[in-house]
């Protein structure tokens, strides 16, 4: 925020350099984003009076002038002005002198003639007719009053001035003012704070005569204060006026508007003033606008409203947009009479909504939105009618018309000393701390060690003793932290047990070539229909995003193959011959649709591989690897997953619980993602792998007895699977049973068709002796039996 240094000075009493108070400042938490002088955008430039003119004598537009600047003799300079007379008091830039406009005057010769300045026009001191009379007129500036020669132009145009642009943290809404800014620099350099005091004359008559106001919605408006003046006299304001607007990076225009900026800059409360004429049936009403309705604002743009904009209107149309610009009609005019003031209090969220929703951003929309105190919506009234009666332009007519639902209480916190020096790590003395709360207007009182502390409404962003410690420090000087060596107890941290076992998969994974892979949690809504599921898989149950940021991004998922099948098929089109990748990661299964309830989130692992050297057998091996790192020896069974192959898939159990689905994926689900090769993929659900209580291991000496090695050579039905066949075997074998290996699988020539040849090789030890061959042989005896009846015989 834009201030002019001499304004602040009206309030508090500044004895230090502009240099000197941006840096305590700066320390108490305002940063300066810029600090200008504005004495040294014009430099060597006087009020000159014209003493004669003679012509040129190489030149027929040129004028010489003799000039008084104040010196003991007369000024050369020569113009080609047709403006000037002799007697005029003009504006003279001297010898080695300085414009606003960045030019740079030195002494020199025009046609031969020696010339010692320049005389200035508003256009080069960059004036307008609000800063100085007659400024945008063509030729020299003529200034109006009575100045003595010599006079310093920063002294007559106020440049002798430093504007400081403070940047306002979002918490501090009540220093969006000068007078906020102006209390901290008292608090600051420890000086009395002098806040105008509003006093002001009324004439008579009675709001209620003049309108009447209704409000609606105080859920949107909870504070509406309306007064009224009559035998309006609109003129220009005066200089400090002018100037405290200008310094802000506003426009003066007349006294009344200069007033509404000048108590919003001042005070930090927007106003707004209605012509009353304009105001049918001299009723306000704060409403809610009504779908279609349109307003036409002040930058004379039509707009389109809906129900969850707040307006300003009449008994029968929309006059202006809360907080934010009034209506084209009821703008104050040249020939306005009576006006009636509105000062109040709209929510913060409603005046942003409606802002950005109409593209509009204005100096009182801004405030609104940081939220200002609904207290100060009566001062600021007040304000501006003191300075309605100081300015003498308008009677106040008696009366004021206050509509809200309560105000609030001030807030109480109670804490000790010990509490706040605690925090800070620092001993501030505590007559220090009282006298700092005090003077940063939170009223404290100090019984024993106890504070209790009342916070002001304006001073929403300080709840509890942080905050007050925070304020304590801020004024005290951070200079007063020492550094201290770091005290507590030191934890050490660790991974959870489900990090632990996932780090252990990824290692496995890793070591046997594979590489990790992460995607997003949400997918399209279609993608699960690349997999060709049943319309009731459960799968399909899943939940919606209510604000996606698309629909490739519109569903949470219950599995993770679609993710998986999306990197692959990039790799392989992007020309790279082999992949080996996996995920873990969580799929989302909800209990129900709607949700009343948080989903599952049931961790899961992905593997897809492709390439020359891949199949079946090499996923199967991954998979293994996997179930292994908890020590489950599953058993294998054809699945009838929709998106695999039907003839090449397969789903690994464990104690009557499917842990993992695997295959070669579906050559219709191939086309799909544009893979023109053989790719397998598998998941394997993590949650059930985690919950199996891995065995321990056990240790035992080397066996002291030789084993005993069987082959069997079996022809069984080709749809017989061969983990069912192991099973049987190792069963039959007994604890004699060390390894079952199959070491053939054959289907062709010489076996009957519907039937395939299995080889397994078995191995016999016993702990306690030499098996002889009758009981090598009754062992094997009873593996062919017990084949024998699952339909298997010996070839």
């Not at 062709?748 to 016999?764: E, N, Y």
């Amino acid at each position: 925020m834009k201030i002019s240094l001499n304004q602040l000075k009206t309030y508090v009493d500044i004895d230090v350099s502009v240099e000197e108070l941006c840096n305590k400042m700066t320390m108490a938490g305002f940063e300066i984003e810029e600090c200008v002088n504005l004495a040294d955008t014009c430099k060597n430039v006087v009020a000159a009076r014209i003493i004669s003119l003679a012509p040129h004598e190489n030149s027929d537009h040129l004028k010489i002038c003799q000039m008084d600047v104040g010196g003991d003799a007369p000024v050369q300079i020569v113009t080609g002005a047709d403006n000037v007379s002799p007697g005029a008091l003009v504006p003279a830039a001297l010898d080695n002198s300085y414009l606003p406009n960045g030019m740079h005057i030195k002494k020199g010769k025009l046609r031969g003639v020696e010339s010692n300045g320049m005389l200035c026009s508003g256009e080069e001191l960059c004036l307008k007719d609000y800063d100085y009379p007659g400024a945008e007129v063509y030729g020299i500036l003529i200034l109006k009053d009575e100045y003595p020669a010599g006079t310093d132009m920063r002294d007559i145009l106020g440049l002798n001035d430093y504007i400081i642009d403070f940047k306002i943290t979002a918490n501090r809404p009540d220093c969006n003012c000068v007078l906020g800014v102006a209390k901290e620099i008292g608090v600051v350099l420890k000086k009395e704070f002098h806040p105008p005091v509003p006093t002001y004359t009324t004439k008579g008559g009675d709001i209620h005569d003049y309108v009447n106001v209704e409000v609606k919605d105080f859920d949107i408006c909870p504070r509406y204060i309306s007064r009224a003046v009559k035998n309006l006299r609109i003129k220009e304001s005066p200089d400090w006026m002018k100037r405290a607007i200008k310094a802000s990076g506003m426009r003066p225009i007349n006294n009344i508007v200069d007033i509404t900026n000048f108590v919003m800059l001042e005070t930090g409360q927007p106003m707004h003033a209605f012509d009353r004429r304009e105001i049918k049936d001299s009723k306000i009403v704060v409403r809610r606008a009504y779908d279609g309705e349109k307003l036409t604002t002040l930058d004379e743009k039509e707009h389109n409203l809906s129900s969850d904009m707040l307006v300003i209107a009449d008994s029968q149309n929309a006059t202006g947009l809360a907080g934010i610009m009034g209506g084209l009609n009821s703008e104050i005019k040249e020939d306005t009479v009576e006006l009636v003031f509105e000062s109040a209090k709209f929510r913060r969220d409603s005046i942003r909504h409606t802002a950005r929703a109409l593209g509009i951003r204005t100096e009182s929309s801004g405030r609104f939105e940081k939220g200002i105190d609904i207290k100060n919506v009566e001062y600021a009234m007040e304000r501006a009618l003191q300075l309605i009666d100081m300015l003498d332009a308008g009677d106040i007519v008696e009366g004021v018309i206050d509509l809200n639902e309560g105000l609030p209480e001030d807030r109480i916190i109670n804490t000790t000393v010990k509490d706040i020096t605690s925090l800070l790590g620092v001993d501030v003395p505590t007559d220090i701390i009282v006298d700092i709360l005090n003077r940063l207007q939170l009223p404290t009182v100090l019984d024993g060690e106890k504070l209790t502390v009342k916070v002001p409404s304006i001073r929403d962003d300080v709840e509890g003793r942080a905050d007050l410690a925070e304020e304590v420090m801020r004024i005290y000087g951070y200079d007063h932290i020492v550094g201290t060596s770091m005290k507590g107890s030191l934890s050490r941290g660790k991974k959870l047990g489900s990090r632990l076992k996932d780090d252990l998969v990824k290692s496995v994974l890793c070591s046997l070539g594979c590489r990790e892979i992460a995607t997003y949690s949400f997918i399209s809504s279609k993608a699960i229909d690349n997999l060709m599921l049943a319309e009731d898989d459960k799968r399909r149950t899943a939940i919606k995003i209510l604000n996606p940021l698309g629909d490739e991004y519109s569903t949470l998922r219950t599995q993770l193959t679609t993710n998986m099948l999306t990197v692959l098929s990039t790799n392989f089109n992007r020309k790279n011959k082999a992949a080996r990748l996996f995920e873990i990661s969580k799929r989302f299964v909800p209990h129900s649709l709607p949700l009343d309830a948080q989903p599952d989130e049931l961790a899961t692992l992905s593997i897809g591989v492709y390439g020359e050297e891949e199949d079946f057998f090499t996923l199967k091996g991954l998979v293994e690897a996997v179930l292994e790192t908890r020590g489950v020896k599953a058993e294998y069974e054809r699945s009838s997953e929709p998106y695999l192959h039907p003839g090449r898939q397969a789903v690994a159990t464990f104690d009557g619980k499917d842990l993992a689905v695997f295959g070669e994926l579906h050559p219709s689900v191939c086309a799909k993602y544009d893979l023109d090769t053989k790719v397998y993929v598998a998941e394997i659900k993590l949650d059930e792998l985690y919950k199996i209580e891995k065995p321990a291991v056990i240790y035992r000496q080397l066996p002291k007895f030789p084993a005993v090695e069987r082959d069997f050579a079996l022809l069984c039905d080709i749809d017989l699977a061969v983990g069912r066949m192991e099973k049987v075997i190792k069963e039959a074998a007994g604890k004699l049973c060390e390894q079952v290996e199959l070491f053939d699988v054959y289907i062709g020539s010489q076996i009957p068709s519907g039937k395939k040849s299995v080889a397994f090789r078995v191995t016999l030890r016993s702990a306690e002796a030499t098996l002889t061959d009758e009981q090598s042989a009754a062992v094997q005896d009873k593996i062919i039996k017990k084949l024998a009846a699952c339909g298997v015989e010996l070839r």
